[in-house]
């Protein structure tokens, strides 16, 4: 199934590693913001509520 | 009805809320789709071998690089002539991800060059501008960071937004400006001389699509994210205030 790359694999199979972790750290630290500006969101929200 | 109506963060949520699931469950297979083609099921090439492959990556990443830059560009303007909040925060929030797609065009672009040019850099007019880009979307981030007060960053923002555009015109076009530097031509043209062949052309643009609707989700849920800060740091303002 694995293509053969010949003198270029290094070369292709790191662009490909590099681009994809990059992206994923891209998306995992777009979640995980995410989700830490939802928590602190809501607990403030529900402060708000207990003043009231 | 008028699209200015999304610039009230309430219509904003809804409508984004909406469309998101859609959008990055397109953009997850339009950009697994092909880059598995570009990969898999396309041949090497006559001159380059297996290397070709890399242009799944890099041609798609550099357009949107630039691209990214450019829709900055245009929420700036709305923010600076409008002022409309969600428009400066949907550049913040589409910063850092034109940030990793010029990291990847640099990155791709070096580990193709090596082997193609003999060099991993080269201080050509394009390689020269893309770096300059890196550089101000490093800037950028790092101002809106830098300053307190969210408005007046918004202003700074889209002010230095302007000013890179320049190089974000030059990374794209630098080709047409000085015919020096190793970087070739555009792949995809118009003119079938130019152009690649079709066996090379059809993933491409299916990995260019993956990269925009991947671009696309990202820029809804990360300005959503920043919508929801700024109602965070109004909130703790008022308990501080109280």
């Not at chain 2, 492959?53 to 245009?74: D, E, G, N, Q, R």
């Not at chain 2, 950028?140 to 555009?165: F, H, K, M, Q, R």
């Not at chain 2, 031509?185 to 152009?195: H, I, P, R, T, V």
Request: proline share 3%; glycine share 6%; charged share 15%.
């Amino acid at each position: 199934m694995m293509p053969d790359l010949g003198a270029y694999r290094v070369e292709v199979l790191s662009a490909y590693a590099g681009t994809l972790l990059l992206l994923a750290v891209l998306v995992a630290a777009s979640i995980w913001k995410a989700r830490r500006t939802l928590r602190q969101l809501r607990d403030a929200e529900a402060r708000r509520e207990n003043v009231k | 009805m008028s699209i200015w109506e999304y610039a009230n963060p309430r219509k904003f949520m809804a409508l984004s809320g909406a469309v998101l699931p859609w959008v990055s469950a397109a953009a997850a297979i339009v950009l697994v789709g092909g880059l598995i083609w570009g990969f898999f099921f396309t041949p090497d090439d006559f001159r380059q071998g297996s290397t070709v492959k890399i242009i799944y990556l890099h041609v798609p990443a550099a357009i949107m690089a630039t691209s990214v830059w450019f829709m900055m560009l245009v929420t700036s303007l709305i923010w600076l002539i409008r002022r409309h909040h969600v428009s400066a925060l949907a550049a913040k929030a589409a910063a850092p991800v034109g940030m990793v797609f010029t990291l990847i065009g640099l990155f791709t672009g070096a580990v193709w060059g090596q082997p193609m040019w003999g060099s991993w850099w080269e201080w050509d007019p394009r390689l020269t501008a893309f770096l300059i880009l890196f550089l101000f979307y490093l800037g950028y981030i790092a101002l809106w960071e830098a300053v307190e007060n969210p408005d007046a960053a918004a202003d700074l923002t889209s002010v230095l937004c302007l000013v890179g555009t320049v190089f974000a015109v030059i990374s794209r076009y630098a080709i047409l400006f000085w015919n020096q530097g190793l970087h070739q031509g555009a792949s995809l043209s118009m003119d079938a001389e130019e152009n690649v062949a079709d066996v090379f052309a059809y993933p491409l643009w299916t990995s260019i699509g993956g990269f925009f609707l991947l671009f696309l989700a990202l820029v809804l849920y990360r300005t959503r994210t920043e919508i929801r800060a700024r109602r965070l740091q109004a909130l703790v303002q008022r308990e501080r205030m109280a």
